[in-house]
């Protein structure tokens, strides 16, 4: 088998700006100028699979695929699924102190827009089980929705390895919530029914069209809008309020601000606005 060398492979104008009218038309993604690198070295990988030798040939081969399957690989190549199980601790002692106690409600509803690979859905739920002692009582619902059919396939599967994932559960949790499928390392546990049965999870591009009709307590969409431009998060931020109870919140990501695009939210606290 011949190895190609495609190191010093470099992206055209052309095919940079084909690339990202794509993505920004397709997921709301932000693909300027400085992105040009990381879309580089992202998509060699897949050019060098496919034995692809230029990056113009390779948007062909995107185009041409009638079933979309490359188009979705792409995506999948393209987004940033970092993630982590209690990400961001301040979003769920607010959850616990300020909203669960507050929830008079049979129904709730918490949606996880943009999901990644199930660990943010999951860790709602935990504070879910912890905190209301009535819960089979109630009807509880987190729906967990992202882009990527790969992430939502491992969200499904609900297996984490310690080294990673883990890392920020405390020892109690982690002996209740989950079982031990791997003892050694690196260990794994998978997340247990009872809090699985509390997620829906589905392939979802905030882009499109909303099947769902809410009205949710909570939204979390946490480090997603930031890989978005300005218009899109505007227009999304409409959507979202929409969506939400009166005096629902919205949870974004610590590192984005509202603040340059326009909404009808009050400010809570840092990343946290209610409607
Ligand atoms: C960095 S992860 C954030 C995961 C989690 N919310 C957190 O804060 O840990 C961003 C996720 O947003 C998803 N995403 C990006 N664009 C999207 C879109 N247009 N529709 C739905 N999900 C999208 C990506 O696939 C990725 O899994």
Same mark, same amino acid.
């Given at each position: 088998m011949v190895v190609m060398d495609l190191s010093s492979l470099e992206i055209s104008d052309i095919a940079f700006e084909k690339i990202s009218k794509l993505m920004h038309r397709l997921?709301? +993604?932000?693909?300027?100028?400085?992105?040009r690198e990381m879309v580089r070295a992202r998509l060699m990988k897949r050019l060098r699979a496919l034995e692809i030798k230029s990056f113009e040939q390779y948007m062909k081969y995107v185009e041409q695929d009638r079933s979309n399957l490359e188009l979705s690989i792409m995506v999948d190549m393209l987004t940033t699924n970092k993630t982590n199980f209690f990400r961001e601790p301040q979003h769920f002692d607010f959850l616990r102190q300020k909203v669960l106690p507050n929830i008079k409600n049979h129904r709730m509803r918490f949606w996880s827009a943009g999901?990644?690979?199930g660990e943010e859905p999951y860790s709602i739920a935990i504070v879910l089980r912890e905190e209301l002692p009535d819960i089979g009582l109630r009807d509880v619902r987190i729906l967990a929705t992202d882009i990527s059919g790969r992430m939502i396939e491992k969200a499904r599967e609900a297996v984490y390895e /310690?080294?990673?994932? +883990? /890392?920020?559960?405390?020892p109690h949790l982690l002996q209740k919530y989950? @079982?031990? @499928?791997?003892?050694?390392?690196p260990c794994a546990y998978r997340v247990k029914d009872s809090i699985r049965s509390l997620v829906r999870l589905a392939r979802l591009n905030l882009m499109d069209r909303w099947s769902m009709r809410g009205p949710f307590d909570v939204i979390f969409c946490r480090n997603?809008? @930031?890989?978005?431009d300005k218009p899109t998060q505007k227009q999304l931020l409409i959507r979202f309020r929409k969506l939400l109870k009166p005096c629902g919140y919205l949870f974004v990501g610590?590192?984005?601000?509202?603040?340059a695009s326009p909404h009808k939210f009050h400010y809570v606290q840092p990343a946290v606005y209610v409607k």
């Open positions: 997921c709301g +993604l932000n693909l300027h100028d400085g992105k999901c990644s690979s /310690q080294r990673d994932a +883990l /890392q920020e559960i405390p989950f @079982i031990c @499928i791997r003892t050694r390392s997603v809008m @930031i890989y978005f610590h590192s984005e601000s509202l603040v």
